[in-house]
C-alpha cells in the first residue's frame, strides 16, 4: 500500500475510522438563508467523501444563533427544527465509510452586531477585539450557565441527527477560546481567575455532553495552541491545557493556533512553509496520550506520511487542500500524486466567503458549485479544438476538453508552460506555484494533449488542424502608466527583472506598484545588493494582498533595507532622477538610476481580429480578457469549454438571425 501510515485505521475514542485524514471544518456559505443544510452543501461535503477521507468535520455551527454567529450565512443547530438537514448530510457523507463530526461553535466578541440584529456582541470580559472594534458585553454567570447547556444541546441533537462526534471550538479566538486566555478572561467569578475557573467554562461542556451523549460519543477538542499574542495561550499553557482535558475524557487535540489577532496565522498566505504548524502538534504529543490532528499547509502525501511515521502527530487535517481537490485520498492512495490538484495558498476561498459569496476555489472551479457541473458532456464526434497559450487559463481549457473527448492542440510561443506564473521567485511562493504548474504539465501529458512549445500559431498551421473552435489565451504583459518619461533607457518592467533581460547590482533602483509580484521583486532587488525604495501606489493586484500579509510583506522589505515611500504618487521619470506627488499635490524629487514599474497587467489579445476574419468559432479567454488573477484564468478556461456546444450553438444561431 502507497503511504501505510496516511492509510492505516485509526481511532478517535472508541470510534474506529478507516484512515488518518481529517477534512476541518471551514465555513462555506453554502448553507440557507435561515441556517439550513442545502443541497448544494451536502453535495459538496459528499464529494470529499467520495474522494477518500476518512473523518470530515462540518463546518462551524452555531448553538447561538442570537448573540453567537460568526459567519452571516452560518449553519444552526440550536434548534431541532435542524436536526433532520444534518441527518440528510450525515446520510450523505456516511455511505462511503467515512465518518462525520460537527464542529460546535460561538463566536463571542469575534462576532458583530451587524450579524445578530444590532445587537451588543457578548463575550466573558468587555475586552474589545481590535479585528472586530466592536466593545462586547460581558455575559453574567447565568449567562454561562445557559451557554454551556446550549453547546451540550447542540451535540444531543447532532448525536440524534446521526453524526458520529462533536468537535468543540475552542481555538481561532471565539467564545471557548476567549475563556481560557487570560488575556481576553478577566472575570472574578468561578469562570475566571485561576487556570481552573477559565478552564470550567470548556470542562462542563465537555461532560455535559458526555452525560447526555454517553461516554462513547467522540468529542474532540479544537485548541489555539498558541495565540501568538503578547500575554496570550502559548505552547506550554497549552500543554497544561491539553492534559486537563484528557483527564476530563476528551478523545483527542486538534492542535491550531491563532486568533483573528494574529489570522494570518489561522489561514496562511503562499509565504507560509509547508507543515509549518505541525511543531503545535507535536509538542502537545508530548503531555497526552489521546491521538493529535496536525494542520497548516500539509498538501503532499509524502510529507503528511512522514509526520505520521516520525510520531509527530495521529491525524492529518487537510482543509483547503480538500477544497482544491475532493479526491486527495484516492488519488495518493492509487499511486497517482501527479494528479492531485494542490491549494496554492492563494486565499481566493476565504475572501469569497469573507465577501458573502459562497466559497469558490482558484484552482478547482467545481468547488462549491458541484450541482452545477455534474458531468463532462461527451462530444458526439471527433473534433479538434486549438488553444493559443500554454498558461493557466490555456492549460485549464485543454483539460476540461480532453475529459470532454476532443482532441486538443495548444500552441505555447515560450520554451515551458506555465504563463505568469513562471515569473514568481519567491522561493516558498514559487513552490506553490510549480505545484500549480506541475499539475497541469501533468494533465497535458495523461490526457494526450498536443502541447507545441517554441511554437508561434500562425493561421496556417491553425488552419491545418481544421478546429472546431481557437481559443485565444494569450494572457497579459505589465503595466506601464502612461506618464512623461516612461520610454527612456532606464524605465523597465518586472518581467525584466524577473527575465534577467537586465541585470541590477549596486545601483540605485525605484520600485513602483503594489501586490504580491511588486514586492517579490523589491525584495529581490534589494536581496541583489541594490539601494531599493519602493513607492507603493494603489493597484488592482495590490488590493488582492490581505492586510497581515502585506504587514508581513513590509516588515521583510525593510529587514533587506527597503525604503517605503506610502503617500506620493510618480508623476514624472527623468533620466537621473523620479519626480512625485504628495496628496496636496506638492511634487519633490528623488535620484535614481533605474525605475521598474511592477504595477500589475492589462490584456494581451493581438490575434483576436485577425483570427476572426479565419475562423468561425474563437473565444477569448482568461488575462486575454480579464487580467490580474489566476482565478479568473482558469473559471474562464473551465467554464467555456465546459459549455462549448452551447457556446458554438448560440453563435451559429446569431450568424442566421434566429
Given at each position: 500500500?502507497?503511504?501505510?501510515?496516511?492509510?492505516?485505521?485509526?481511532?478517535?475514542?472508541?470510534?474506529?475510522?478507516?484512515?488518518?485524514?481529517?477534512?476541518?471544518?471551514?465555513?462555506?456559505?453554502?448553507?440557507?438563508?435561515?441556517?439550513?443544510?442545502?443541497?448544494?452543501q451536502?453535495?459538496?461535503?459528499?464529494?470529499?467523501?467520495?474522494g477518500?477521507?476518512g473523518?470530515?468535520?462540518?463546518?462551524?455551527?452555531?448553538?447561538?444563533?442570537?448573540?453567537?454567529?460568526?459567519?452571516?450565512?452560518?449553519?444552526?443547530?440550536d434548534?431541532?427544527?435542524?436536526?433532520?438537514?444534518?441527518?440528510?448530510?450525515?446520510?450523505?457523507?456516511?455511505?462511503?465509510?467515512?465518518?462525520?463530526?460537527?464542529q460546535?461553535?460561538?463566536?463571542?466578541?469575534q462576532?458583530?452586531?451587524?450579524?445578530?440584529?444590532?445587537?451588543q456582541?457578548?463575550?466573558?470580559?468587555?475586552?474589545?477585539?481590535?479585528?472586530?472594534?466592536?466593545?462586547?458585553?460581558?455575559?453574567?454567570?447565568?449567562?454561562?450557565?445557559?451557554?454551556?447547556?446550549?453547546?451540550?444541546?447542540?451535540?444531543?441533537?447532532?448525536?440524534?441527527?446521526?453524526?458520529?462526534?462533536?468537535?468543540?471550538?475552542?481555538?481561532?479566538?471565539?467564545?471557548?477560546?476567549?475563556?481560557?486566555?487570560?488575556?481576553?478572561?478577566?472575570?472574578?467569578?468561578?469562570?475566571?481567575?485561576?487556570?481552573?475557573?477559565?478552564?470550567?467554562?470548556?470542562?462542563?461542556?465537555?461532560?455535559?455532553?458526555?452525560?447526555?451523549?454517553?461516554?462513547?460519543?467522540?468529542?474532540?477538542?479544537r485548541?489555539?495552541?498558541d495565540?501568538?499574542?503578547?500575554?496570550?495561550?502559548?505552547?506550554?499553557?497549552?500543554?497544561?491545557?491539553?492534559?486537563?482535558?484528557?483527564?476530563?475524557?476528551?478523545?483527542?487535540?486538534?492542535?491550531?493556533?491563532?486568533?483573528?489577532?494574529?489570522?494570518?496565522?489561522?489561514?496562511?498566505?503562499p509565504?507560509?512553509?509547508?507543515?509549518?504548524?505541525?511543531?503545535?502538534?507535536?509538542?502537545?504529543?508530548?503531555?497526552?496520550?489521546?491521538?493529535?490532528?496536525?494542520?497548516?499547509v500539509?498538501?503532499?502525501?509524502?510529507?503528511?506520511?512522514?509526520?505520521?511515521?516520525?510520531?509527530?502527530?495521529?491525524?492529518?487535517?487537510?482543509?483547503?487542500?480538500?477544497?482544491?481537490?475532493?479526491?486527495?485520498a484516492?488519488?495518493?492512495?492509487?499511486?497517482?500524486?501527479q494528479?492531485?490538484?494542490?491549494?496554492?495558498?492563494?486565499?481566493?476561498c476565504?475572501?469569497?466567503?469573507?465577501?458573502?459569496?459562497?466559497?469558490?476555489?482558484?484552482?478547482?472551479?467545481?468547488?462549491?458549485?458541484?450541482?452545477?457541473?455534474?458531468?463532462?458532456?461527451?462530444?458526439?464526434?471527433?473534433?479538434?479544438?486549438?488553444?493559443?497559450?500554454?498558461?493557466?487559463?490555456?492549460?485549464?481549457?485543454?483539460?476540461?476538453?480532453?475529459?470532454?473527448?476532443y482532441?486538443?492542440?495548444?500552441?505555447?510561443?515560450?520554451?515551458?508552460?506555465?504563463g505568469?506564473?513562471?515569473?514568481?521567485?519567491?522561493?516558498?511562493?514559487?513552490?506553490?506555484?510549480?505545484w500549480?504548474?506541475?499539475?497541469?504539465?501533468?494533465?497535458?501529458?495523461?490526457?494526450n494533449?498536443?502541447?507545441?512549445?517554441?511554437?508561434?500559431?500562425?493561421?496556417?498551421?491553425?488552419?491545418?488542424?481544421?478546429?472546431y473552435?481557437?481559443?485565444?489565451?494569450?494572457?497579459?504583459?505589465?503595466?506601464?502608466?502612461?506618464?512623461?518619461?516612461?520610454?527612456?533607457?532606464?524605465?523597465?518592467?518586472?518581467?525584466?527583472?524577473?527575465?534577467?533581460?537586465?541585470?541590477?547590482?549596486?545601483?540605485?533602483?525605484?520600485?513602483?506598484?503594489?501586490?504580491?509580484?511588486?514586492?517579490?521583486?523589491?525584495?529581490?532587488?534589494?536581496?541583489?545588493?541594490?539601494?531599493?525604495?519602493?513607492?507603493?501606489?494603489?493597484?488592482?493586484?495590490?488590493?488582492?494582498?490581505?492586510?497581515?500579509?502585506?504587514?508581513?510583506?513590509?516588515?521583510?522589505?525593510?529587514?533587506?533595507?527597503?525604503e517605503?515611500?506610502?503617500?506620493?504618487?510618480?508623476?514624472?521619470?527623468?533620466?537621473?532622477?523620479?519626480?512625485?506627488?504628495?496628496?496636496?499635490?506638492?511634487?519633490?524629487?528623488?535620484?535614481?538610476?533605474?525605475?521598474?514599474?511592477?504595477?500589475?497587467?492589462?490584456?494581451?489579445?493581438?490575434?483576436?481580429?485577425?483570427?476572426?476574419?479565419?475562423?468561425?468559432?474563437?473565444?477569448?479567454?482568461?488575462?486575454?480578457?480579464?487580467?490580474?488573477?489566476?482565478?479568473?484564468?482558469?473559471?474562464?478556461?473551465?467554464?467555456?469549454?465546459?459549455?462549448?456546444?452551447?457556446?458554438?450553438?448560440?453563435?451559429?444561431?446569431?450568424?442566421?438571425?434566429?
Amino acid at each position: 500500500m502507497n503511504y501505510p501510515r496516511l492509510f492505516e485505521e485509526g481511532r478517535i475514542g472508541k470510534l474506529t475510522l478507516k484512515n488518518r485524514l481529517v477534512m476541518p471544518g471551514m465555513g462555506t456559505n453554502l448553507v440557507g438563508p435561515d441556517g439550513e443544510v442545502t443541497d448544494h452543501q451536502i453535495a459538496y461535503y459528499e464529494e470529499r467523501a467520495k474522494g477518500g477521507t476518512g473523518l470530515i468535520i462540518v463546518e462551524f455551527t452555531t448553538i447561538d444563533n442570537e448573540l453567537g454567529k460568526g459567519l452571516l450565512n452560518q449553519l444552526r443547530i440550536d434548534e431541532d427544527r435542524f436536526i433532520p438537514g444534518i441527518q440528510r448530510l450525515a446520510n450523505a457523507v456516511k455511505k462511503y465509510g467515512a465518518k462525520i463530526f460537527v464542529q460546535i461553535h460561538h463566536a463571542g466578541r469575534q462576532s458583530n452586531s451587524g450579524l445578530i440584529g444590532g445587537k451588543q456582541i457578548v463575550a466573558p470580559s468587555p475586552v474589545t477585539c481590535k479585528a472586530v472594534g466592536e466593545e462586547p458585553r460581558e455575559l453574567t454567570t447565568v449567562e454561562v450557565k445557559e451557554l454551556v447547556n446550549k453547546f451540550i444541546m447542540g451535540a444531543v441533537r447532532c448525536k440524534t441527527a446521526g453524526v458520529d462526534g462533536v468537535e468543540v471550538h475552542g481555538a481561532h479566538g471565539y467564545l471557548i477560546n476567549q475563556f481560557l486566555s487570560p488575556n481576553s478572561n478577566r472575570r472574578n467569578d468561578e469562570y475566571g481567575g485561576s487556570f481552573e475557573n477559565r478552564m470550567r467554562f470548556l470542562k462542563e461542556i465537555v461532560l455535559g455532553i458526555k452525560e447526555k451523549c454517553g461516554q462513547d460519543f467522540p468529542v474532540t477538542v479544537r485548541l489555539s495552541v498558541d495565540e501568538f499574542e503578547d500575554g496570550g495561550i502559548d505552547i506550554e499553557q497549552s500543554k497544561e491545557m491539553s492534559r486537563y482535558l484528557e483527564e476530563i475524557g476528551v478523545d483527542a487535540i486538534h492542535a491550531s493556533a491563532g486568533t483573528y489577532h494574529s489570522m494570518d496565522k489561522i489561514i496562511e498566505s503562499p509565504m507560509f512553509e509547508q507543515g509549518w504548524r505541525v511543531y503545535l502538534a507535536e509538542e502537545m504529543k508530548t503531555v497526552v496520550d489521546i491521538p493529535v490532528i496536525t494542520v497548516g499547509v500539509i498538501r503532499d502525501p509524502a510529507f503528511a506520511e512522514k509526520i505520521l511515521a516520525d510520531g509527530r502527530a495521529d491525524f492529518i487535517a487537510m482543509g483547503r487542500s480538500h477544497i482544491a481537490d475532493p479526491e486527495w485520498a484516492k488519488k495518493a492512495i492509487e499511486g497517482r500524486e501527479q494528479e492531485i490538484r494542490k491549494c496554492i495558498n492563494c486565499l481566493h476561498c476565504i475572501k469569497t466567503v469573507m465577501n458573502l459569496s459562497h466559497l469558490q476555489c482558484s484552482v478547482n472551479v467545481r468547488a462549491g458549485r458541484e450541482l452545477e457541473f455534474t458531468e463532462f458532456r461527451q462530444t458526439e464526434e471527433k473534433r479538434h479544438v486549438t488553444i493559443v497559450g500554454g498558461g493557466p487559463g490555456g492549460m485549464e481549457t485543454a483539460r476540461v476538453l480532453s475529459l470532454k473527448g476532443y482532441d486538443v492542440t495548444i500552441f505555447e510561443k515560450d520554451s515551458k508552460l506555465g504563463g505568469q506564473l513562471n515569473l514568481v521567485t519567491a522561493p516558498v511562493s514559487k513552490e506553490k506555484m510549480n505545484w500549480m504548474i506541475d499539475y497541469h504539465s501533468n494533465e497535458m501529458k495523461r490526457l494526450n494533449v498536443d502541447v507545441r512549445l517554441n511554437t508561434v500559431a500562425t493561421i496556417d498551421e491553425v488552419k491545418a488542424l481544421n478546429p472546431y473552435a481557437v481559443f485565444l489565451a494569450t494572457g497579459a504583459k505589465p503595466i506601464v502608466p502612461d506618464l512623461a518619461g516612461n520610454d527612456l533607457a532606464n524605465v523597465w518592467d518586472y518581467e525584466d527583472v524577473y527575465l534577467k533581460r537586465k541585470e541590477f547590482v549596486g545601483q540605485k533602483v525605484i520600485v513602483v506598484g503594489s501586490g504580491m509580484v511588486c514586492y517579490s521583486v523589491t525584495s529581490q532587488l534589494a536581496k541583489a545588493g541594490n539601494d531599493v525604495t519602493l513607492i507603493d501606489v494603489p493597484t488592482e493586484t495590490g488590493s488582492k494582498v490581505t492586510a497581515p500579509t502585506k504587514a508581513m510583506l513590509y516588515k521583510r522589505m525593510k529587514n533587506a533595507g527597503v525604503e517605503i515611500v506610502t503617500d506620493k504618487n510618480v508623476a514624472e521619470v527623468r533620466p537621473n532622477s523620479v519626480v512625485v506627488e504628495d496628496e496636496l499635490g506638492i511634487s519633490s524629487e528623488l535620484a535614481v538610476d533605474h525605475v521598474v514599474f511592477a504595477m500589475g497587467t492589462e490584456s494581451y489579445n493581438p490575434l483576436e481580429a485577425s483570427y476572426r476574419e479565419h475562423f468561425d468559432n474563437v473565444f477569448v479567454i482568461g488575462d486575454a480578457i480579464n487580467p490580474g488573477s489566476i482565478t479568473n484564468a482558469i473559471r474562464d478556461g473551465f467554464e467555456k469549454a465546459y459549455v462549448i456546444e452551447d457556446l458554438v450553438v448560440k453563435k451559429v444561431a446569431a450568424s442566421i438571425g434566429v
